[in-house]
């Protein structure tokens, strides 16, 4: 079974290289619409795959770290890159393109960390991220399978701790190590009751 929830961010990019004339050499924003979707063939306690309310709490608030902020390509030009971040106090770098594709992906291995690193607490099993839909627009949208995920070779390599969070964004999250906890393995044991 597949259960999904919707998350929600402003952002803003460029995305070089594309055809697009304004996609590749403006600044501008979207609107974004995630969905993150879970899959188990158990149910839980509560006879669910996974409680909404838990994806509510550190899985929200990474994909919350993108909201009003600008995301920025590690190999982009180096003055744009030191333009964006004395302007926007936050920002994300990616080691990839910011195209609803790379974002896409970048969520699957985001969410299937945390997932990974979560002490489950209601006799929840098996659940995987299945796929994440990231929705530029209202009418343009990527979807990432496991398969894209990890497509390294044809798609470019994704490693986490080569995401970084502008320290503004880190001020404002519940726990200012959070990025480095995920990254160096630390359990999220969840809560008995939300
Ligand atoms: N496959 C992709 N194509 C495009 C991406 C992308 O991430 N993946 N991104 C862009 C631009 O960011 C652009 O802003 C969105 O493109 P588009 O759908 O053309 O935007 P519109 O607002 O013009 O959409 P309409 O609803 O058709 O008016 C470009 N392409």
Request: net charge negative; with cysteine.
């Amino acid at each position: 079974m597949i259960i999904r929830k919707l998350f929600k961010f402003e952002n803003a990019h460029i995305v070089r290289n594309c055809t697009s004339r304004r996609c590749s050499r403006s600044i501008h924003g979207h609107s974004y619409k995630i969905e993150i979707l879970l899959e188990s063939n158990f149910l839980d306690n509560g006879q669910m795959v996974y409680d909404f309310g838990l994806m509510k709490t550190t899985i929200k608030e990474l994909i919350d770290s993108f909201d009003h902020a600008i995301t920025l390509w590690s190999e982009d030009n180096s003055e744009y890159l030191e333009f964006a971040k004395k302007f926007s106090e936050r920002w994300v770098m990616l080691p990839v393109n910011p195209s609803a594709e790379q974002f896409s992906r970048v969520f699957f291995l985001m969410v299937e960390r945390v997932l990974n690193l979560t002490v489950f607490q209601n006799n929840e099993k098996n659940i995987k991220v299945n796929s994440v839909i990231v929705h530029e627009t209202d009418t343009g949208y990527a979807q990432c399978f496991r398969e894209d995920a990890y497509n390294f070779e044809n798609m470019g390599k994704i490693e986490l701790k080569n995401i970084i969070f502008s320290e503004q964004i880190k001020r404002e999250w519940s726990d200012y190590n959070m990025w480095d906890k995920i990254l160096n393995g630390e359990r999220f044991i969840n809560p008995k009751s939300l």
